[in-house]
């Protein structure tokens, strides 16, 4: 694939990256973000929610104003609607959740609650190979086992499950294993002792310093320090924090050149990127998109939030990786999808793809760190470092993308799409998947896929999938 030369001024990292291996994505056109009531509605008629921006504000502004009585929330998109869960029979809390638009839901199980039931699972259940998560849609834990839990691990789980009670926790089994997707987004390698590591780059940030970085798994920066924007290349970014496993799967990575222009966008292929305009917290049931090398753009929906992944650790056969806060949702990933850009339609970016089950053929589960708690740790804030915003250039809808054919993810800075409308032609990409499994030794950072388009300080933006096999 040719790599594009552009000015040094420009040049950075395309987030989220670009690849076209796995089935299409077709995603609805972009919608107006404004809360609508129909014409002569009443003052408590449910508001119509038309952008996740719009779910996640209502839902962060029903928890501050319910308090204890708060019991989850998730979107409707059937209807565009907030659901809220409340626990107690109090008109006036019902009354305030309908006054601010939502509809209300009365459920047995507290916040309180749930979170004990979870604090169960991790004191007598942490078995590599499990994951829990909070459904507000059914108000109980969803445990999660993969094919690896077997035995007396899987009694030992199904029994600390039941003693939760039926109207508390499920337990269902997953056909995968859960495992990091080391690779993915626009492609980022490097060096290690046991060969090379790649990841995937998921938001260009400002670090607190005022110096361009870019936020991704935090175990590829546990995996490795220097990274660089093109297979056997010079680093061009060095790791400045790294968490994983425990409180969060998220680095913080700063490029070598202080002058490094890092827009704040998602390249989803075909030359298009969405620009990326905030943070946002997700909520169960709105449509989010992942972009990542290995199986390109895909969508789905955000079942479980703070969810707790126990990953078998790489390094020790009989250890586990523990992390929680997660986002769980049913988006499809695949090796090579670490790190890589999870967003919303309408700019928002929500977080950072960790690990999970399953591929893009048979589907399974993907969780993801949540940007805003990455950002609150790091002190990083989104957004171009020292770039105007015209430097992104024009936003386009990613819905109206055909994203067919090559798609040299680093080369196009500007130029905007819609995700939601790109279709991404599993034969177009030549990336290499051979060697999907993770373990190198290398710590948590393995399995990687392949994309890149990183800003370097020769000023060259590219994007080269090619010949790159999966650790």
């Given at each position: 694939m040719s790599h594009k030369r552009i000015p040094k001024r420009k040049a950075a990292i395309a987030v989220g990256g670009v690849a076209a291996l796995g089935a299409a994505a077709f995603?609805?056109?972009?919608?107006?973000?404004?809360?609508?009531?129909?014409?002569?509605?009443?003052?408590?008629?449910?508001?119509?929610?038309?952008?996740?921006?719009?779910?996640?504000?209502?839902?962060?502004?029903?928890?501050?104003?319910?308090?204890?009585?708060?019991?989850?929330?998730?979107?409707?998109?059937?209807?565009?609607?907030?659901?809220?869960?409340?626990?107690?029979?109090?008109?006036?809390?019902?009354?305030?959740?309908?006054?601010?638009?939502?509809?209300?839901?009365?459920?047995?199980?507290?916040?309180?609650?749930?979170?004990?039931?979870?604090?169960?699972?991790?004191?007598?259940?942490?078995?590599?190979?499990?994951?829990?998560?909070?459904?507000?849609?059914?108000?109980?834990?969803?445990?999660?086992?993969?094919?690896?839990?077997?035995?007396?691990?899987?009694?030992?789980?199904?029994?600390?499950?039941?003693?939760?009670?039926?109207?508390?926790?499920?337990?269902?089994?997953?056909?995968?294993?859960?495992?990091?997707?080391?690779?993915?987004?626009?492609?980022?390698?490097?060096?290690?002792?046991?060969?090379?590591?790649?990841?995937?780059?998921?938001?260009?940030?400002?670090?607190?310093?005022?110096?361009?970085?870019?936020?991704?798994?935090?175990?590829?920066?546990?995996?490795?320090?220097?990274?660089?924007?093109?297979?056997?290349?010079?680093?061009?970014?060095?790791?400045?924090?790294?968490?994983?496993?425990?409180?969060?799967?998220?680095?913080?990575?700063?490029?070598?050149?202080?002058?490094?222009?890092?827009?704040?966008?998602?390249?989803?292929?075909?030359?298009?990127?969405?620009?990326?305009?905030?943070?946002?917290?997700?909520?169960?049931?709105?449509?989010?998109f992942r972009m990542g090398s290995t199986t390109g753009l895909h969508d789905g929906q955000v079942t479980g939030l703070d969810a707790t992944v126990n990953f078998q650790s790489e390094t020790d056969p009989n250890g586990v990786d523990t992390v929680t806060g997660l986002i769980q949702t049913n988006v499809c990933a695949e090796a090579g999808d670490s790190g890589g850009s999870l967003f919303t339609q309408d700019g928002g970016a929500v977080g950072l793809t960790s690990g999970g089950s399953g591929d893009c053929t048979s589907g399974g589960e993907t969780f993801f760190q949540p940007v805003t708690t990455a950002l609150t740790a790091t002190g990083a804030t989104l957004g171009d470092a020292g770039a105007g915003a015209g430097d992104a250039g024009a936003t386009a809808d990613p819905s109206a993308t055909d994203g067919t054919g090559d798609q040299a993810g680093g080369d196009q800075i500007g130029g905007a799409a819609d995700p939601s409308a790109t279709a991404v032609d599993p034969s177009a990409t030549a990336g290499d998947q051979s060697g999907t499994g993770d373990d190198t030794g290398t710590g948590d950072a393995t399995g990687t896929g392949d994309q890149t388009g990183t800003g370097d300080q020769s000023g060259t933006g590219v994007s080269d999938n090619s010949n790159e096999s999966s650790h």
């Open positions: 995603l609805l056109p972009m919608a107006n973000a404004s809360q609508d009531n129909a014409s002569g509605a009443t003052a408590t008629a449910p508001k119509t929610l038309k952008s996740a921006n719009d779910a996640s504000d209502l839902a962060a502004q029903l928890q501050d104003l319910l308090g204890q009585a708060f019991a989850g929330s998730y979107y409707d998109s059937g209807k565009q609607q907030l659901v809220v869960n409340v626990i107690n029979g109090d008109n006036n809390v019902i009354v305030q959740a309908e006054k601010a638009g939502a509809v209300v839901r009365q459920v047995a199980n507290s916040t309180s609650a749930l979170k004990a039931a979870a604090a169960t699972l991790k004191t007598k259940a942490t078995i590599p190979g499990t994951a829990w998560a909070v459904d507000p849609k059914t108000n109980k834990v969803v445990v999660t086992a993969d094919s690896t839990v077997t035995g007396s691990n899987w009694d030992t789980l199904e029994s600390t499950v039941q003693s939760l009670g039926s109207n508390m926790a499920t337990l269902k089994k997953s056909s995968g294993t859960f495992k990091t997707f080391v690779s993915g987004g626009d492609a980022i390698f490097s060096q290690v002792a046991d060969g090379e590591v790649r990841c995937s780059l998921g938001f260009n940030v400002t670090a607190s310093d005022g110096s361009p970085a870019f936020l991704t798994a935090g175990h590829c920066g546990v995996a490795a320090k220097d990274w660089s924007d093109t297979e056997g290349g010079q680093p061009i970014a060095t790791v400045d924090q790294a968490q994983f496993p425990g409180d969060g799967d998220f680095s913080l990575v700063k490029y070598n050149d202080a002058t490094t222009q890092a827009p704040s966008e998602v390249n989803i292929g075909n030359g298009q990127t969405v620009a990326i305009n905030q943070a946002e917290e997700a909520t169960v049931g709105t449509t989010v």
